[in-house]
């Protein structure tokens, strides 16, 4: 019993003094150079952990500890590594990026080869390196499927303890399924902490970013030069307003606040793509002649109202029972509300200079009250629960199923 907790503990320690006497060995590559991280890369222990002292593995159940333990000698395949030639190419590589095909198709050979050379330098982003290579294998993404390597390399990548617990039982669970049965292993499927919540929110937002981008220049492909330098110029203010009203209207309180403030920025924009779509196909309301004055008369008594609320609140909890419980404090200010009203007064000038250039028949005050309308609707998300005015205004943090890969 005592033996078979020594045994890998052991191996462990054989492994890294022989990774020590190689390191010393005259004939070994420069440090720095392509076949030095090559070489580094074949080393089997490379832990981003220390078993030792790490407290997120100390704090994982003992099971997950000793499958951990014993993985994290497992060889790594030679064919698998990048040649010296290919990783001078790839000095530079993102891993994440490749394996998500953020600007394009995802490359899993090259972010396979890129993932071992950010993992022979220490490479720490939550999502790289090792968290790559453990989706790559679990999936068998341009290699052959490997759970076993799969499970050192999620060891590896770590995280808060029950993520570690999650990612290993998931990995568990998928080499107890047939082969046809198996869903596609994400390392994002099992993070439980407000931080890693962020960055998965961050991968997924940076994958839309892309899509969206490419979405706007077919939708703007037919423009002039003179509109679209006044679409960029209504980019550059709708990306200030955008940044501001998530960071001022948007409660940031709690670990997860990276992932509220990155949400809120992609509804924003995703509403801005659905607006130029609105306006190219020409279906904006008919406004009447006084329709301005009355949206200037509403926008103004409601920011009056919600400036006046003794608190302000957002993303109300829509599962607390009663449904309606406010939420007093938070990071919401009077404050930032104003300054967001300068922002926005800005953002509504641009909207009214590119639509004179783009749909010079489209009346001034049909624009006007159209964007006041969405602001608005902001503002009245900002009203305590259950009062008159008020609306529910979540948009929940969800990965698309694309990004499960």
């Known amino acids: 019993m005592i033996a078979s907790k020594i045994r890998p503990i052991f191996a462990l320690f054989l492994s890294f003094v022989g990774t020590l006497a190689c390191a010393t060995t005259p004939s070994s590559p420069q440090k720095g150079s392509p076949a030095w991280f090559v070489a580094r890369a074949a080393n089997p222990w490379l832990p981003r952990y220390d078993p030792q002292t790490d407290w997120n593995f100390l704090h994982a159940s003992k099971r997950v500890q000793q499958t ?16 010296a030639a290919q990783a001078a190419r790839l000095m530079s590589c993102n891993s994440e990026a490749l394996y998500y095909g953020f600007a394009g198709k995802p490359n899993y050979v090259r972010a396979r080869k890129c993932a071992y050379l950010e993992r022979a330098a220490g490479n720490r982003f ?11 294998y679990a999936n068998g993404l341009g290699v052959k499927r490997n759970l076993p390597l799969a499970t050192k390399f999620a060891c590896e990548a770590g995280g808060a303890p029950a993520e570690i617990n999650g990612r290993i039982h998931h990995l568990t669970l998928l080499a107890a399924m047939r082969l046809r049965t198996r869903p596609r292993f994400g390392f994002c499927d099992d993070i439980t902490s407000g931080y ?4 998965c929110t961050g991968i997924a937002a940076t994958y ?12 703007t492909s ?3 030069p003179t509109q679209r330098a006044a679409l960029s110029a209504l980019q550059s203010d709708a990306a200030n307003y955008f940044d501001a009203h998530a960071r001022n209207e948007v409660d940031l309180s709690g670990t997860a606040r990276v992932a509220f403030w990155i949400e809120d920025i992609e509804h924003s924009w995703n509403m801005f793509l659905r607006d130029l779509r609105v306006l190219e196909a020409d279906k904006l309301p008919t406004e009447s002649h006084n329709a301005t004055r009355r949206a200037d008369a509403r926008l103004e008594a409601i920011l009056h109202r919600v400036l006046s609320e003794p608190s302000l609140r957002q993303r109300p909890p829509a599962r607390f029972p009663p449904p309606g419980i406010p939420v007093a404090g938070g990071t919401i200010s009077r404050q930032g509300i104003r300054a967001d009203q300068r922002l926005w007064l800005s953002y509504r000038e641009a909207w009214l200079h590119f639509v004179a250039l783009r ?23 900002l009203l305590p629960f259950r009062t008159q005015g008020a609306r529910s205004c ?3 943090t969800l990965l698309p199923s694309n990004m499960r890969q």
């Open 359 to 381: 749909k010079p028949a489209v009346p001034r005050k049909t624009v006007e009250v159209w964007i006041t309308n969405q602001r608005i609707h902001n503002l009245r998300c």
């Open 222 to 224: 037919s423009y002039t």
């Open 208 to 219: 839309r970013d892309a899509q969206r981008d490419k979405a706007i220049a077919h939708v």
């Open 126 to 136: 939550p999502v790289a390196s090792s968290a790559i290579l453990s989706m790559i």
């Open 68 to 83: 951990c333990l014993r993985s994290a000698t497992l060889p790594i395949p030679p064919a698998d590594l990048p040649s």
């Open 394 to 396: 979540t948009r929940p």
């Open 196 to 199: 890693m919540e962020g960055i």
